[in-house]
């Protein structure tokens, strides 16, 4: 799977001309979506793209987040995890599953088959580097959405994905990502207490997502090297953007909510491949450092790893002119100084409060959007990968309009495809584009 540099660039080139067209063959800056009527008695019909742990679990939670619900169309690359499944769904809700055989489709362009059916809402699971594409044809198919994170692995992605949030909002259409921290109760009582000044101005946000390994598929006889690396995109950063922003992208958006959503200037890191260091993971690191100076000497300090066998933990520390808040993200919220909190309310699903949330504005007719701060959110993660991997110190401005395109286009994708794969990033060598 390797590529002289001149024909990669030539590639790129054409990829990121192509990626000006909607995979549905039309101009989206100029395509008519059909606008939900939003009444209260429609059936909603739910779509599903992606089928594997998080699809299926949106699913559940979408046909969970409203009476009136139907799960009616799944598409996947691989028939073996559709049926898979499917059969979870109809194991956990069988009444709101009602996928006949001729709406599940299999394939590079199974999307476009559930977007063309009379589907109103689309979960988009798929890895993140399809995220996109399949955005823009959903909003140009004029379906409400919901994506999970991260939505695009390059910067050209993240400037399309901007481009089609607001797309969304003018058509009226959802767009809701899966930044599901942002809809955890705990979380919303603390930032709450924030706002509100509790712990004064906040001057650092420290960051953690340090984990251990992750799943892998084992290669089977019968698999190409694509389908090999297709099943295991996470170690690919083509198709995952690399573990900065594929998981720890979660740690990332809660600093970047503490700081209310503002954009860091300057973003400088460090990063590399100690222990997970086989062929078959591909060639994205295991750690990453960065550290992101926002103005008024303001800083969020991120750090995260996935290696086995070393301490876990998911934190943030704050530090306020007037005190301190510490999250351990799945056991504390507790803030000191001024005045001493602790949050202990009563637990809630973050996964099904964000489908709650999105079926709720939807038949509303006040569809929730937060597209363009899951754009930003993605950048940041993008933006640490730029630094850690080059070595270089980066501000917004460069590294949002940086011109690398990590993969090909949604109408590229073929089971013959070589797509080549970038050797591991050596900071100092690796050079920013
Ligand atoms: N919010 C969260 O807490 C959370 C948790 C886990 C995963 N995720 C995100 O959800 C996404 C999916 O992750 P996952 O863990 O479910 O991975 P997964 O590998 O279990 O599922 C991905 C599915 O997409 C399918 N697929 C791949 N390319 C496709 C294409 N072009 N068209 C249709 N189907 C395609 C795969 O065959 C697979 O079934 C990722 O972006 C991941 O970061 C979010």
Redesign the pocket.
């Known amino acids: 799977m390797s590529m002289p540099n001149e024909s990669r660039r030539n590639f790129i080139k054409k990829s990121s001309t192509a990626a000006l067209t909607s995979t549905l063959g039309f101009n989206i800056l100029s395509a008519k979506p059909r606008i939900f009527k939003n009444l209260n008695n429609d059936t909603l019909k739910i779509g599903l793209?992606?089928?594997?742990?998080?699809?299926t679990g949106a699913a559940y939670q979408a046909s969970m987040a409203d009476p009136n619900v139907m799960i009616t169309a799944m598409?996947?690359?691989?028939q073996d995890?559709l049926d898979k499944s499917y059969e979870n769904l109809k194991l956990e809700n069988p009444d709101k599953l009602m996928v006949d055989e001729d709406h599940k489709f299999i394939g590079?362009d199974?999307?476009k088959k559930v977007l063309e059916s009379d589907v109103d809402v689309v979960i988009l699971?798929?890895?993140?580097n399809?995220r996109p594409g399949h955005l823009e044809a959903a909003v140009a198919a004029g379906k409400h959405i919901f994506t999970?994170?991260?939505v695009a692995v390059d910067a050209p992605g993240i400037r399309r994905v901007i481009e089609t949030a607001k797309k969304a909002k003018e058509n009226g259409l959802a767009m809701m990502s899966?930044?599901?921290w942002r809809h955890d109760v705990p979380k919303i009582d603390t930032y709450k207490k924030l706002s509100d000044g509790a712990i004064g101005d906040i001057q650092s946000v420290y960051n953690t997502y340090n984990t251990g390994a992750l799943w892998f598929h084992e290669r089977q006889p019968d698999w190409s090297d694509f389908e090999f690396e297709?099943r295991n995109?996470l170690y690919y950063n083509w198709m995952s953007g690399d573990h900065i922003i594929?998981?720890a992208i979660?740690s990332i958006d809660l600093m970047s909510w503490a700081f209310g959503d503002q954009l860091p200037e300057r973003a400088v890191g460090t990063g590399g491949r100690q222990s997970r260091t086989e062929p078959q993971f591909g060639n994205i690191y295991d750690h990453f450092a960065v550290v992101f100076e926002y103005p008024d000497g303001k800083k969020g300090f991120h750090f995260s790893r996935q290696q086995k066998d070393c301490s876990r933990n998911y934190h943030l520390d704050m530090l306020g002119t007037e005190g301190r808040c510490y999250i351990d993200v799945f056991r504390k919220h507790e803030i000191t100084g001024k005045e001493h909190w602790k949050w202990d309310g009563e637990k809630s699903n973050m996964y099904q409060n964000e489908h709650n949330t999105l079926f709720a504005s939807i038949r509303k007719g006040e569809p929730f959007n937060d597209g363009i701060r899951m754009a930003n959110s993605t950048m940041l993660g993008i933006w640490g990968r730029m630094v850690a991997y080059t070595g270089q110190s980066l501000t917004w401005d460069e590294a949002f309009n940086s011109q690398e395109v990590l993969g090909p286009e949604l109408d590229q994708?073929t089971w013959d495809l070589e797509w080549p794969l970038q050797a591991v990033a050596k900071p100092g060598i690796t050079k920013f584009t």
């Open positions: 793209i992606g089928c594997g742990g998080r699809g598409a996947d690359i691989f995890r590079f199974s999307y699971a798929t890895p993140p399809f999970e994170k991260p899966g930044f599901c297709m995109w594929e998981q979660h994708f």
